[in-house]
């Protein structure tokens, strides 16, 4: 059975539950919480979570129906998940001669037209009504979120006529790098222009922009299937790009967005590419952005960014796996939380970022000529947290998109992360007055839970609130953000039974 919306009744699921006494069979667990472990990256403020737009904004934006139920299902922070940060694709566009993308969602339009490139430079108009869907979801979401809300730009490719191959999917050869050498600032002029026209135009200030993508790797290859891509060598092609985006948006008087980088697809990666970064171009970098895809060095990435003084984001990852021994729907969201759980403990970043809260579609016709993928298998791992269906203009959740609003409805922007060993994420309040633990329990019987304050001293002395909120089960017959029965502090600990396969959050105190 699937559970669809089409209004905020069906959206929320919340049902009343008590929190039992664990049986026999037992997976106790004793976790502290030491606000010693208060993050350092940056200024040691939690910014927010988020998804990037593409490619799910660029396939549900024609409709302003779906548009509207996922600006409120991903952004509405009182009755959805309360995402504040949103990556924007400025798309490179591709030779419209090509016809290889097969994905419905993918094929992303850039907004140049008319290029020429005769005598080695490049000049191009303007065609500001192309991207229409994915700026269409955007305006929508800042509506819904109100003020606050983030928008970083990020760049999956240069359009088609600087590169190469000629195609906006990567190289000949997919270990080369795909810019061609004298477009350098042709492409920076591209990324600051859209930026410049965003904010003038429309009243879209990005925040940030990453002109590269996963671009230390060999996925990017012309006439790929799949996605627009650039491979950009660590060293001094990665440091050409940002200095010459930095120079870009200071001859716009865009001074104030940051730049971001290198996006990396792995930890390890991200590591290397900044320690080939020049000078000049970690100078320029405010924030390192990482994917989590692979490697482990999340402390080593973490300590070089306080070292450096930079900021520090995960600014994408998802997967299709699961996570508990016959957990059923809540394999996926298991699999989610304890993704969250590792980065935010191993990095302590100051934003997380899902790839895409949309990655498959319903459609009887398609679009563009393509077909779409349909419903996926909930009792097994997808990507994504929410299936769009076009022929129903609705938006089909899952056990994932209740999992990941256990962390983004509860840790807030401005809070402070504090690291933890164990199965649990924990945050306390801008305000330091309310403590929030969130608890991953992939086992298949029902544990006990002691959560040991005593290093607050006494700042929650016994009695203090303790709020209990859990997703467990499937989606018919589930928990989505149930509230429980309260709890209390007792003894500087709180104890509590944790359902089999279920994700608890935690909040001690008053706001």
């Known amino acids: 059975m699937k559970r669809r919306i089409g209004c905020w009744l069906l959206l929320l699921g919340l049902t009343a539950a008590g929190c039992s006494p664990a049986t026999g069979g037992q997976a106790d667990l004793r976790l502290s919480v030491d606000p010693a472990n208060l993050s350092r990256v940056g200024s040691g403020v939690f910014e927010g979570w988020g998804t990037s737009l593409c490619w799910w904004a660029n396939r549900i934006g024609y409709s302003d129906t779906l548009s ?3 600006a409120e299902a991903f952004c509405d922070p009182a009755r959805g998940l309360g995402l504040n940060i949103l990556r924007y694709n400025i798309g490179g566009g591709d030779d419209p001669a090509h016809d290889h993308i097969t994905r419905t969602d993918s094929m992303m339009p850039g907004y140049w037209r008319n290029p020429q490139t005769e005598g080695g430079a490049y000049t191009w108009d303007y065609d500001w009504e192309q991207d229409r869907n994915q700026r269409n979801v955007l305006e929508k979401c800042m509506n819904v979120y109100g003020e606050g809300l983030m928008v970083e730009a990020f760049s999956n490719s240069p ?7 000629g195609c906006t999917s990567g ?3 997919a270990f080369r790098d795909n810019l061609k050498p004298d477009a350098y600032g042709a492409f920076a002029r591209y990324l600051a222009d859209v930026a410049e026209h965003f904010s003038a135009e429309w009243g879209i200030r990005f925040q940030s922009i990453s002109p590269m ?4 790797t060999a996925y990017w290859s012309a006439m790929s299937p799949k996605q627009e891509g650039c491979h950009f060598d660590s060293g001094a092609s990665q440091s050409r790009i940002l200095t010459a985006l930095a120079e870009a948006l200071k001859a716009r008087g865009l001074k104030d967005i940051l730049i971001s980088g290198t996006d990396e697809t792995s930890i390890d990666t991200q590591l290397l590419s900044w320690s080939r970064l020049s000078p000049e171009a970690k100078a320029a970098v405010s924030r390192i952005d990482t994917h989590t895809y692979g490697g482990s060095r999340r402390a080593d990435l973490r300590e070089t960014a306080i070292r450096e003084g930079k900021n520090l984001w995960m600014s994408e990852v998802d997967g ?3 996570l508990g021994k016959g957990a059923g729907e809540m394999g996926a969201a298991l699999w989610l939380g304890q993704r969250i759980v590792d980065d935010l403990n191993g990095l302590t970043p100051s934003a997380w970022i899902l790839w895409q809260v949309i990655d498959s579609h319903i459609s009887r016709d398609g679009y563009l000529g393509r077909k779409d993928t349909g419903m996926v298998h909930t009792g097994g791992g997808y990507w994504g947290t929410a299936v769009a269906d076009h022929d129903r203009q609705e938006l089909v959740l899952t056990m994932k998109y209740y999992a990941f609003g256990q962390f983004s409805r509860y840790i807030r922007p401005g809070s402070r992360l504090i690291r933890m060993d164990g199965p649990a994420v924990a945050a306390l309040s801008e305000s330091g007055t309310q403590l929030t633990v969130t608890v991953v329990h992939a086992e298949g019987a029902p544990g006990t839970l002691a959560l040991d304050l005593s290093a607050f001293g006494g700042r929650f002395p016994d009695g203090s609130p303790v709020r209990v909120i859990r997703t467990s089960g499937s989606m018919a017959r589930g928990e989505h953000w149930a509230e429980l029965s309260p709890l209390s502090v007792t003894g500087r600990n709180v ?9 608890t959050t935690f909040i001690v105190g008053d706001p």
């Open 495 to 503: 104890s509590a039974s944790l359902a089999p396969h279920s994700i």
């Open 171 to 173: 190289a000949v050869s």
């Open 159 to 165: 359009p088609y006529f600087m590169t190469e191959s």
């Open 68 to 70: 509207q139920l996922a």
């Open 213 to 216: 993508n996963e671009p230390d």
């Open 320 to 322: 299709g796996e699961t």
